[in-house]
Structure formats: structure tokens, C-alpha cells
């Protein structure tokens, strides 16, 4: 039986999770695994504070010099969650020698080349499954079984609280502020939800999938981002008429040295994969030159199934006897170079008031023409308020400066851009 | 650099995809994992057969010592099929100290602790990814990153001859036998179906899919399997009206020490994420007590998606200093005492044709009421033909051994079962 001594960095909801999972869990592991896993430090803001899971109270500290510098523990777990002090707490810890677990998607996503640089040089792991998607095996899937493939792009719906509204709305037409303040008093958003609606904690997480399936390093800031603050019923209602469910899409690409990533409301065909995937689920997409199509699905987020994640490698990294980490090609001694593409190409959903007069649609479709944007399908919605029609437009495929380039030369006087929206297939 | 040196068992269409892949990869192998991946010679049965893959004509050979017995060749990669030789050269691979990579899910099933055995006692690797759904890393999922779960049941469809075969007849109301005839000409199925049809196919994979699950040994010995031959387009059909979609499904239920294994038709609510997995596609749909619901969906079959697993393990192989062997709790030295069940609960559809005269639907509603089955839904199909009337149950969830007995009390002068087929939610 191997003994392993493991401190927790913070030790919020997933924390409790994984305390609970470990207590619950040492008759299997002893016997799957050949491991006894024991909690000897917890690192806490405040020891005297009420917490839902049974951690011994001689266990906490407020010292994190108690859990990083304890010649026993091996393994450091981290669930402080932001950027720092997580992140030089984590960097201390592996220069000590120990292993890190963690589920932040922050940390990783903005200090990676620090993080792994300290792993290596120390000859410890840096493991973080749980900072993707929860439960969902993503990064372990890229990182070794899809090994044998060239990912041309992936795509995922990372984030359960937008998906959580959106469903919502989908489902019952509601609006966007009546849902998230529901989904508010319900606790799948949070108090101030911002970084899940305005798709910052997806574009974290696209940072990482990205990096893995491309094996090049993506910086969270290459990643366009776009909430689902703006969206709105109309545009919903519209999409389902024409058979489309929106969803907050995850978007990455490789062509060639070229790489795209993107986080943006998107509108994909009802028969999609992934437009099936609703309410708090998470779900990623791909295709490897090799695997082929291939959908992970599963709970994104929640404290048993971010505990399973972690537990899963700490676990892995207990029996490994070497931590193996990835190789990006765009390190300085790296035979790729890689450039960031901004000027994707994607269908669109344009909808817009136009003045209701003959000749309008003639001028709309000019617009469009001029810049080489070709339209799929139009679709009259509604009725005429205030001298102008609402009209929907489907494009094929187009550049997206050349589609922002047509917008832009819209006359205000003939008609209005209320929303644009991308359309996958 | 590392340079692995490896040897194929059998070169026919997945040991060609993965000459293929590793052909066009070695960039990659280079620059991700730093290895270099060479294979050294080709057991085939005869050397002068025309292949679809380049494989120099001086590789092949049609003696398996040339494979097992070179000393530099490290990892043995098995792509025969069949129980044997298959298993034996295996096994003699592994005693000459290589590391062996299979793609053989009868091999794995039927001969796992022997197999397993020979690695240990020799401090080499045993890879099968391939062997269960091709690209879908189920394997390495149940094996590590779902290391922390208890697993209460998982539900597959896991052969997509059979799902292609269902897909098309429900979408198009075909009978079974013409739509087999149409997926042989194309290449959906084999020349001799029988293992896909009948379900072996599945039960090899649900066995070898079961036991990682629940961290016991299952033999196929113990699946009940039920193919898809007594399927028709009126059980499929009147399923659809009832919002049902019917699936081969593989079934494995932990509940303590009790385990069920099954593989039969299903129906399944159309709005089970199960239900929308159509064509050739494969997914796994599972539970655990941490990571909650989760579904890995992907290409179970083809060359390329099969190399893309055989590619990955060799990877895996080649990187780890350790190779780590799953635990069974069944084997003679453990701690669970577990027994297989043949006596599950499901809901059932039954369809009968009853004659057609008041007072008959008393009888019937007695005979399940006998055994405590009871009703959920009826429903008449069409119209009385020969005097008889075609009848729908579903029942609520009831012990098999009850339905059966149910069914077998109806007295043919009222009325004859048709089909009886399970239902899951």
C-alpha cells in the first residue's frame, strides 16, 4: 500500500467535494488502486468559519507555508480559484517538489509556460482536468487517447450557466433578464454573473482545450469573446422558426499554421450534436484527422462532479511514476510557427427593420453583394410597427471583416441592424 | 529522441489504417512525444496477397516468430481477430517481454486474466482501447479519469451495423431484411452478419466495458444477449408513435454486489440522449456516484478511428515507465463477493394480437396483474384482421422473471404475443 500525504489550497465548494469524495471513497482506492490518500493541511481564509464538509479543525491552517512547505505532503490541490495568489502559491509548491492538482481554469489559462516550467525543472506533475468542464474527461482525452490525430476543430458548449438560460429561453420563449435573475435565485448563476455571460470563463477554457488539441499554445488573449448578454428572444424565436437552437459556442480551428478561437451566441442546425445538449450540461465537440467526429458530454460543473475530476488525478498522479507534460509548437525552440487568425470565415443570422417600401430588399441584398456576402434564406417575421418590418437573413459563408464591412455601409435611414448572430453547421 | 521499435500480428484493414496513420504522423510523434515509431515486420498469411497499404514486401513474414521473438522490436501490436492464435501469440508476446497493443475485443473477453496475468508476471504493458468502440476512449476514461466513481450502470450503443440497421428503419419504416441486404452491399455489414445481428458482437465489448466499470471481472459467459433479427417495422413503428426509439443496447446495472449484463433491442424515450445517436455512430451513456451522467459519443468502427486508438495506446506505451494494470474485486484474493443477475427489472413493450371480443382486455390486464405487472399505457394499433386486433402495453418497471411468466400464461384461443421488447428511461 502506497501512503500518500496530500494539502489542500483553499477549500470552498469543490474543496468540500473532494474532502467528502476521499472519506467516502479509501476502501476502493486501497483496493483499485493499492493507495491510502490522506488530507493532512488545508489552507483557509479563516479557520473559525462554517463549512459543509467535515475537515478536522486542527487541519486548517491560514498559513499556506503549512501545506507547501510540509516535507510530508506530496501532493498539493488547489481550489483557491482566480488568478492569484493561486497561481505563486502552486509555483512555490512545485518548486518545493510536490505535485500540483488544480481546477483553475485561470491560473492554467494565464500562467501555463510559468506552471509547467517549475513542474519540469522540479520533475513533479501539474495535473487539471477538473479546470475544464468538471467531470468531463477533455484534457486527458487530448492530451493521450486523440495523441494519433491532427484536431482540425473543436467545438463545446463549456459553460452551464449560459446554457442553463439559453435552454430556457429556447424552451419557453422567456427573456433573457427574467431567466438569469431566476437563474440567479436558483443558484445556477451567480450573485454578480459577468464572467459566465459575458463568456470570459468559456474563453479560459477554450484557452486550454485549444492549446492541447492543437498542441500550440493559445493565449486567452487571442480568444474573441462574445456574451449572450445582447441576445434576445426575438432572435430565438426566429432561429427555431428556421430550425436553429442557439447556443453559446466554444469555437476552435486549425488550418494549417492558421489557428481561430472564438466564444460567441451561436446558432446551430436543431440535428447538431450539440444542440441536444441542454440545461446545465456540458459538451464538447471534435474532429481529429483520424478519430474522426467525437462528442463528450457530460456535467461541466458542481462539486461532485469538479471533486471527480480532481480525485481522478490524484489518483493518476500517485501511481504515475513519470508526469508527462505537453509539447506546444509555439515554444521558442518550437518547428511550427502559428499565427492568430481574426478574420474567420462563419454563416450569419442578420436581423433587421427595414423601411416597408418597394425597392428596400433590393438595397439590403446590394449591401450584402457588394462585399461578396451571399444570402441563403430570407424570412419576413412579424409585422410592420412603426413604418418598418422586421427581416431575416441567412448567409452562406463569408468572411467575417467582409460581413462587418457590409453592415457597417447599412443607411440607418432605410433600415436597422438588430442583431448578428454566427451560424455553425 | 526514443525509438520504439514495433511488430504487427495481421495487416488487414485497421493494421493498414494504422500503417497509414504512423506513415504520415512521425513530425508529430517527434515533436509531441519526442519518439520515434518504427515498425519492424508484418505477420501476414501470405506474402503475396495485394494490400491496400504500402507496407514494404521485405516486412512481411508469415512466421510469428520473426514478430515475437526479435529482440528489438519492444511493443506487439495484434490486429488478427478471433480468439485464437490470437490469445496464444499474445500470450507469448507478453512472456517475451513485449508490451502488447490489441485491437481484439474476443481476445480481451475471453482470455483477460490470462492476458493481464502474463503482463504483470512480466513487467509489460496490456493496451486494448480498440478493442471497445474504436476512437471513443472508453477505456482509458473507465480506467483513469473515472478512477474516483462508483459506477452504477452504463448503457451502450456500441455496434454500428445494428444501429445503422435500426436508424434507417425507424426513419424509413424498412423491414429488417431488406435494409440488412442494402448495409452488405455497402459495406455497413458483413458478407455473415451474425455476430453484429446477434448481439455477440456488443457482448464481447459490454464485457470487457463492464468489468473496468465495476472494477470486476464480468465474463461474456454472463451477458444475456438478444439480437436484432425478431425486430420488426411494426414494433418500431408503433414505438415512434409512442415516442420511443428503439436501439440495440448494451446494459450494465451495479446495485452493491449485484451485477446485471444484457445486451438486447431497447426502446428508449425519443429525448435520451441515446436516442439521438443514429447511423454508424456509437456513444456510451453512463453514471457515476461523483461524476454524475456522461456520454461519449463517436466513430466505433473504421480504419482510421480504430488506428486512432491503436495509435494512441502505442503512444501511451511507449511514454510510460509504468504500466498500470486494472484490479478486479472477483479475482481469488479479493474482498466483494459479487453475483451476476438474470433476474433485472425493466418496463416492458409488449405487443400481442388479441381476438376481438368484449372482455378480452380483462383477461389480459389479469394475467400481468397475476404477477404484479402493471400497466402503464395501452394502446390498439390498426385495425381487426382475421378476427384479431393488435394490442400495445407498456408496463411499469417489473421483475423479468414476472413478465416472463406473465407472458407465458396467456392463453392463445384470446389472444398471442408478438414482441416483447425492454424499455429503460
Known amino acids: 500500500m502506497k501512503d500518500v500525504v496530500i494539502g489542500f489550497l483553499g477549500c470552498g465548494n469543490v474543496g468540500g467535494g473532494v474532502w467528502k469524495l476521499l472519506e467516502g471513497f479509501q476502501k476502493e482506492l486501497a483496493h483499485r488502486d493499492n493507495l491510502s490518500i490522506r488530507v493532512k493541511r488545508v489552507l483557509v481564509r479563516d479557520v473559525n468559519k462554517a463549512r459543509t464538509c467535515a475537515v478536522p479543525r486542527e487541519l486548517l491552517t491560514t498559513d499556506v507555508n503549512d501545506v507547501i512547505n510540509d516535507p510530508e505532503i506530496s501532493i498539493v490541490v488547489e481550489f483557491m480559484g482566480g488568478e492569484q495568489p493561486a497561481t505563486e502559491y502552486m509555483i512555490r509548491a512545485l518548486r518545493a517538489g510536490k505535485t500540483v492538482v488544480t481546477a483553475n481554469k485561470v491560473a492554467v489559462a494565464l500562467n501555463w509556460h510559468r506552471l509547467q516550467a517549475a513542474a519540469q525543472e522540479h520533475g513533479v506533475g501539474l495535473y487539471y482536468e477538473a479546470s475544464v468542464c468538471g467531470a468531463i474527461p477533455i484534457i486527458d482525452t487530448l492530451n493521450h487517447s486523440l495523441q494519433a490525430n491532427r484536431i482540425q476543430y473543436l467545438m463545446g458548449i463549456i ?29 445556477l448563476a451567480e450573485p454578480n454573473p459577468a464572467s ?29 469573446v462574445e456574451g449572450i448578454t445582447r441576445v434576445t428572444a426575438m432572435d430565438i424565436a426566429c432561429g427555431k422558426e428556421m430550425g436553429y437552437v442557439l447556443k453559446l459556442l466554444a469555437i476552435a480551428k486549425r488550418d494549417g499554421d492558421n489557428i481561430e478561437v472564438r466564444v460567441h451566441p451561436t446558432f446551430l442546425p436543431g440535428s447538431h450534436p450539440l444542440a441536444q445538449v441542454n440545461g446545465s450540461f456540458n459538451a464538447v465537440y471534435l474532429k481529429g484527422h483520424a478519430c474522426q467526429e467525437m462528442m463528450l458530454q457530460g456535467r461541466g460543473a458542481g462539486d461532485m462532479p469538479t471533486a471527480s475530476a480532481v480525485v481522478g488525478d490524484i489518483i493518476h498522479a500517485s501511481v504515475a511514476d513519470v508526469h508527462v507534460h505537453p509539447t506546444f509548437a509555439n515554444t521558442p525552440d518550437a518547428d511550427a510557427i502559428l499565427t492568430f487568425e481574426d478574420n474567420w470565415t462563419s454563416r450569419y443570422f442578420v436581423r433587421i427593420s427595414a423601411v416597408d417600401k418597394p425597392g428596400v430588399l433590393a438595397k439590403v441584398a446590394g449591401w450584402f453583394a457588394k462585399e461578396n456576402v451571399s444570402i441563403a434564406t430570407m424570412m419576413q417575421k412579424g409585422s410592420v410597427e412603426e413604418g418598418r418590418v422586421p427581416l431575416i437573413f441567412i ?31
Do not use: W
Not at 165 to 180: C, F, H, P, Q, T
Open 395 to 425: 448567409t452562406h459563408e463569408a468572411s467575417e471583416k467582409a460581413m462587418q464591412a457590409a453592415l457597417a455601409a447599412f443607411d440607418p435611414q432605410i433600415c436597422t441592424v438588430d442583431s448578428m448572430i454566427r451560424v455553425e453547421k
Open 159 to 187: 459553460n452551464g450557466t449560459t446554457n442553463y438560460i439559453l435552454s430556457r429561453m429556447y424552451e419557453k420563449g422567456e427573456d433573457y433578464s427574467a431567466v438569469l435573475e431566476d437563474a440567479k435565485r436558483l443558484g
Open 196 to 224: 459566465d455571460v459575458e463568456g470570459y470563463d468559456a474563453a479560459y477554457k477554450l484557452s486550454i482545450m485549444s492549446s492541447l488539441a492543437f498542441h500550440a499554445r493559445v493565449p486567452f488573449s487571442k480568444v474573441y
